[in-house]
């Protein structure tokens, strides 16, 4: 597991994103503002197949790659209808 420590001295273990539950995400942008490494894409919302709502068509965020989030958890801190998952490495 990765770990490093804090200004402080403080242990911190990176979390990293995992998902995102676009039946939660407004599409406010949020978190795609806060994020450092471009890890989140403005996408339109993947209707599921048992969805019988054929408007549902607004735009929310995505996961455009995972791999270049660095932990920093800025995503999560600043949505407003807990979308994200985390985990350590």
Same mark, same amino acid.
Not at 78 to 83: I, L, R
């Given at each position: ?9 403080? #242990?911190?273990?990176?979390?990293? &994103?995992? !998902? ?33 709502? #054929?408007?549902?068509?607004?735009? &929310?965020? !995505? ?27």
């Amino acid at each position: 597991m990765i770990t490093g420590l804090t200004r402080g001295g403080a #242990e911190w273990v990176p979390q990293f &994103v995992t !998902a995102l539950d676009q039946k939660k995400c407004i599409g406010c942008g949020r978190c795609y503002k806060v994020c450092p490494r471009q890890v989140l894409d403005l996408v339109e919302r993947e209707l599921d197949d048992d969805s019988d709502d #054929e408007d549902d068509n607004m735009m &929310v965020m !995505a996961i455009a790659d995972a791999a270049d989030c660095i932990g920093c958890s800025s995503c999560g801190r600043v949505c407003p209808k807990g979308c994200y998952s985390y985990a350590p490495a």
